[in-house]
């Protein structure tokens, strides 16, 4: 089995391998200028929903050899990050390796960071009781049977709980949005409009911290001490990133920067929101979300209407000084 | 050791080859006699190993009653810092176990305990900050006697008699009564059950061991799944300079003061010659990995005078 996972992970390089070296798709927006960056991407937004169902057939063969880069390259990031999702079923697949008792030995030691992973999954249930500190950890190891001196394997105890927490909420999302992706290309479901698309994404993400919604102060101040910085931001870019490739972006000039950091902002603010939220279900958060994603579709239109009301004024003046200098 | 007795073995059956099977049979009597008295160092000197482990009861036999004083003016005090480091390293949850291995006169233990209480009020004292008001289950665990959750404890272990008396004597002057007991025990065949311990420390005294890597798999097996070794030792400095400082220390200043103050010039000369023969920083943790532990580090303490491994029981 180990040499199977080895197997796998070298097929998943390989696969990525091919994935950067086939050229990015290209798409049909013309290059914006650096100061109407903005504008552009804002516009981009509404001009996608329109020619969304247009693009999307034409470019479907090589989204989908993208989209399999991308699980390969997710699969990766999540090994990396300590959660290979499949391990996450380790009761059926340890049954499985109990009875090769010559391969017990090489599992072990192939899953030194897969028990880490397992501990911290089994803390998360000790949260909403000891916070997200080194005692719901310890926990956690005495549940799965383990002493709790095995909380030593974790220098930063607190920070790695909360980041292995938001790895586990990435990569469940990342499967959601797979999930509907794929339904929408057998034909299952309707495509949904990209500021719908994002609304729905962030509402899924933001919904997973329901249950430990009372310690997410903390956590988020846990994210935010120095040595956490790298890891928390690598997490939100990557969250971030997989929600606009979802929602089919496939921009390769300044609109992926601007793309990705309207979305950051749209998430943290409404995550702020949501954690001193009080109303039933987090209506106000909801609520709030919609008015910040209007607020950007809004932007779009009215950036499209000034950038032509501004050509039409251009070309009359233009008209203005020609029949001037004639006359 | 053991490859030069085998090749000795391989040319003197070489030399017999032609014999009958009597003289064999003589061979392998002679054989097995020489494997019960194969050698290992004391201190730069060689003895066979049953020697070694008497020769050490007596080196500690003679200095249990000065160690904790010559510990201090050896190290200047400095040992202190090096055990509570261990401490820190360990950060004990409340409830966990420790079995202190050659722990005679119980800093290790003394440490442990105090940082677990400090630990358990602190905790209480956070209950009451938040202002929580208590459920009955709360308060019964309050009061001493009560609660369930499962008390820490420390057991000391040291093959010595006299070194577990002079930790008594301190243990009784400490007032410390509960948590705390006293065996004595070889560390290569400790007294105990598999899967009793959460924690397993061995400060300063794996070198004196006859068969460290007997000593590692008995660690690793009184150790509960998920629990910790923790191993303080002299180890190689690190530093070319300071090294030739602590050589000229070690060598001139230490026994000296093993004279003056405990009136032992060889003990301390054994000790300071049993540093330098204990494998070094790397060495001894391929030795704890081989014998089975994961997630093997090493911390140096002091520019790398004082080596604190660690390693799990997955």
């Known amino acids: 089995m180990a040499t199977l996972l080895r197997g796998l992970r070298a097929a998943g390089a390989l696969r990525g391998l091919g994935g950067v070296l086939a050229p990015p798709t290209a798409t049909n927006l013309p290059l914006c200028r650096l100061w109407r960056g903005f504008y552009c991407a804002a516009r981009r937004l509404q001009d996608e929903s329109k020619s969304d169902r247009a693009s999307s057939s034409s470019s479907s063969p090589s989204s989908s050899s993208f989209h399999q880069h991308y699980q390969a390259h997710s699969a990766e990031q999540d090994s990396a990050s300590q959660h290979p999702s499949d391990s996450a079923e ?4 340890r049954v499985a390796y109990a009875d090769d008792q010559s391969e017990d030995q090489d599992e ?3 899953s030194e960071e897969q028990l880490q992973a397992r501990i911290l999954t089994a803390a998360l249930e000790f949260v909403p009781l000891h916070g997200w500190s080194m005692e719901a950890i310890a926990a956690g190891a005495e549940s799965l049977g383990l002493s709790s001196a095995s909380t030593g394997m974790f220098t930063n105890g607190s920070g790695d709980l909360v980041l292995h927490f938001i790895a586990d909420c990435n990569a469940k999302l990342t ?5 509907q992706h794929n339904r929408v290309q057998l034909g299952q479901a309707e495509k949904k ?3 719908e698309f994002l609304r729905d994404a962030v509402e899924t993400r933001l919904r997973m911290y329901v249950p430990y919604m009372e310690t997410w102060p903390q956590a988020m101040s846990l994210l935010l001490l120095p040595h956490n910085i790298p890891d928390s931001l690598k997490h939100l870019s990557n969250l971030v990133d997989d929600i606009w490739y979802y929602a089919g972006d496939r921009s390769t000039d300044m609109n992926w920067y601007t793309k990705r950091a309207v979305l950051t902002g749209i998430y943290n603010t409404t995550e702020l929101v949501m954690v001193q939220d009080s109303s039933p279900d987090f209506q106000d958060t909801w609520a709030f979300l919609d008015n910040r994603i209007q607020d950007v579709v809004n932007m779009a239109t009215t950036a499209k209407q000034v950038q032509s009301t501004g050509e039409a ?10 029949t001037v200098s004639f006359s | ?8 073995v391989r040319s003197l059956s070489r030399k017999n080859a032609g014999f009958s099977a009597v003289l064999r049979l003589s061979d392998c009597r002679w054989f097995s006699g020489k494997a019960e008295e194969r050698s290992t160092h004391f201190g730069f000197e060689t003895v066979s190993e049953t020697e070694k482990a008497s020769k050490v009861y007596k080196v500690f036999e003679n200095v249990a009653q000065k160690y904790d004083v010559m510990n201090d003016a050896m190290s200047l005090g400095i040992h202190r810092l090096w055990k509570d480091a261990l401490l820190h390293v360990m950060h004990p949850q409340p409830g966990a176990r420790l079995l202190d291995v050659a722990g005679g006169t119980g800093d290790i233990a003394f440490r442990f305990l105090e940082y677990v209480r400090s630990q358990q009020e602190r905790q209480q004292r956070r209950a009451v900050l938040l202002g929580q008001t208590p459920s009955w289950q709360d308060v019964s665990d309050r009061y001493p006697d009560g609660g369930g959750a499962p008390e820490s404890a420390v057991v000391v272990c040291d093959i010595n008699k006299e070194m577990l008396k002079v930790g008594r004597q301190r243990a009784d002057s400490r007032g410390v009564t509960t948590g705390l007991s006293w065996v004595v025990g070889d560390a290569e065949e400790l007294p105990f059950n598999d899967d009793q311990f959460d924690l397993y420390t061995i400060a300063f005294g794996i070198r004196n061991v006859t068969h460290i890597d007997q000593a590692l798999k008995e660690a690793l097996r009184v150790l509960k799944p998920g629990g910790r070794f923790l191993c303080l030792e002299f180890s190689k400095v690190t530093n070319p300079v300071l090294e030739r400082l602590y050589d000229v220390y070690s060598f001139q200043v230490i026994p000296v003061l093993g004279e003056v103050i405990a009136g032992d010039w060889k003990s301390y000369q054994y000790l300071v010659e049993s540093i330098r023969k204990f494998p070094d920083q790397e ?10 532990f994961f997630c093997v580090q090493y911390f140096n303490l002091t520019g790398g005078v ?7 029981k997955l």
């Open chain 1, 90 to 93: 380790t009761p059926a697949g």
């Open chain 1, 108 to 110: 072990e030691y192939e």
């Open chain 1, 175 to 179: 499967e959601i949005l797979a999930e």
């Open chain 1, 193 to 195: 409009k990209t500021s």
């Open chain 1, 313 to 322: 004024v251009v070309q009359g003046l233009m008209g203005a000084a020609v």
């Open chain 2, 1 to 8: 050791m053991a490859a030069s007795v085998r090749t000795f």
């Open chain 2, 283 to 292: 060495e001894f943790k391929g030795l704890m990995e081989d014998s089975g």
């Open chain 2, 306 to 312: 004082v080596a604190l491994h660690s390693g799990f």
